[in-house]
């Protein structure tokens, strides 16, 4: 079993997010409170309610508001972004992204839409589209504009999911018969969040110098928020992602041919349409 969460878990955390730490410019988590809060070892129990929740269907849409900040030498950047993301075990995903500061109309919209091995980038306004690899993607930091959750969802394979599944409804609690040694970098702690209190299991890579948390509503197990924070330590910059959780359709009532890119009449294939990350 431990090799099971491990491959859940590591892979999903590491996978893409090693990819892209080297390229990414860093954000600043979200404000923490003025104490910082009890760190413990983490509720295995919980998390097992959590992974199964979160992954109990092979295909998800979510809907999400995303703030981004760069910290380097005194600058600080946010970059202001909403996402619907439909995605499925099997590598697929459309993200509808729109670049939009909290009470200001958008400044850009985009699509994008991946086959599993190649991305399509269109932007409506310049009647504009693009294709790339599904590593060339993965390697920009406009990638986590997916939504961390949706990557984290993506990452985890469909027979994977089958077996985590299959591993909950035998023994509901057997996250909590893991070694220690397989958990030493997983810690859990209580923090409030805009008034209600939420679990967050935080995660550290010190190796390379990143850390995730994950914030789950401890009544039902459903993933409220997402945050991931990497330190460049060459150059020291900082980079961060905190993404909240406003919608999650576990069933979405979707063709499969929304993962096909179809350009729009009238629109032209360009070389490389880069995500512009000041939304301009």
């Given at each position: 079993?431990s090799?099971?969460?491990?491959?859940?878990?590591?892979?999903?955390?590491?996978?893409?997010?090693?990819?892209a730490?080297?390229?990414?410019?860093?954000?600043?988590p979200?404000?923490?409170?003025?104490?910082?809060?009890?760190?413990?070892?983490?509720?295995?129990?919980?998390?097992?309610?959590?992974?199964?929740?979160?992954?109990?269907?092979?295909?998800?849409?979510t809907?999400?508001?995303?703030?981004m900040?760069?910290?380097?030498?005194?600058?600080?950047?946010?970059?202001?972004a909403?996402?619907?993301?439909?995605a499925?075990?099997?590598?697929?995903?459309?993200?509808?992204?729109?670049?939009?500061?909290?009470?200001?109309?958008?400044?850009?919209?985009?699509?994008?839409?991946?086959?599993?091995?190649?991305v399509?980038?269109?932007r409506?306004?310049?009647?504009?589209?693009?294709?790339?690899?599904?590593?060339?993607f993965q390697?920009?930091?406009?990638?986590?504009?997916?939504?961390?959750?949706?990557?984290?969802?993506l990452?985890?394979?469909?027979?994977?999911?089958?077996?985590?599944?299959?591993?909950?409804a035998?023994?509901?609690?057997?996250?909590?018969?893991?070694?220690e040694?397989?958990?030493?970098?997983?810690?859990?702690?209580?923090?409030?969040?805009?008034?209600?209190?939420?679990y967050?299991?935080?995660?550290?890579?010190?190796?390379?110098?990143?850390?995730?948390?994950?914030?789950?509503?401890?009544?039902?197990?459903?993933?409220?928020?997402?945050?991931?924070?990497?330190?460049?330590?060459?150059?020291?910059?900082?980079?961060?992602?905190?993404?909240?959780?406003?919608?999650?359709?576990?069933?979405?009532?979707?063709?499969?041919s929304?993962?096909?890119?179809?350009?729009?009449?009238g629109?032209?294939?360009?070389?490389?349409?880069?995500?512009?990350?000041?939304?301009?």
């Amino acid at each position: 079993m431990s090799k099971l969460l491990l491959r859940i878990v590591a892979t999903a955390l590491i996978g893409w997010a090693s990819t892209a730490q080297a390229q990414v410019p860093p954000i600043s988590p979200s404000p923490l409170p003025p104490q910082q809060p009890a760190v413990t070892a983490p509720d295995l129990t919980l998390l097992g309610k959590a992974l199964g929740d979160f992954l109990q269907t092979n295909r998800v849409a979510t809907q999400s508001q995303l703030v981004m900040t760069i910290q380097d030498k005194g600058v600080d950047v946010k970059i202001y972004a909403q996402t619907k993301t439909i995605a499925q075990t099997s590598g697929e995903f459309r993200s509808e992204l729109t670049f939009a500061r909290p009470g200001q109309p958008p400044t850009a919209t985009y699509t994008i839409v991946s086959d599993r091995q190649r991305v399509w980038i269109y932007r409506p306004d310049r009647r504009q589209y693009s294709q790339t690899t599904i590593a060339k993607f993965q390697a920009q930091p406009y990638s986590y504009l997916v939504g961390i959750s949706s990557i984290f969802f993506l990452t985890v394979t469909e027979p994977t999911r089958k077996e985590l599944n299959a591993a909950l409804a035998s023994s509901p609690n057997f996250l909590a018969a893991l070694p220690e040694r397989d958990i030493q970098d997983l810690q859990g702690s209580k923090r409030q969040v805009e008034g209600q209190e939420l679990y967050v299991y935080s995660y550290t890579n010190k190796l390379e110098n990143w850390t995730f948390n994950g914030f789950v509503q401890p009544q039902t197990g459903i993933l409220k928020q997402v945050e991931f924070t990497g330190i460049d330590a060459k150059d020291g910059w900082t980079f961060s992602l905190t993404e909240k959780i406003l919608d999650r359709n576990p069933r979405p009532n979707v063709n499969s041919s929304i993962f096909k890119f179809l350009p729009p009449k009238g629109t032209k294939k360009v070389q490389s349409l880069s995500i512009d990350l000041t939304g301009l």
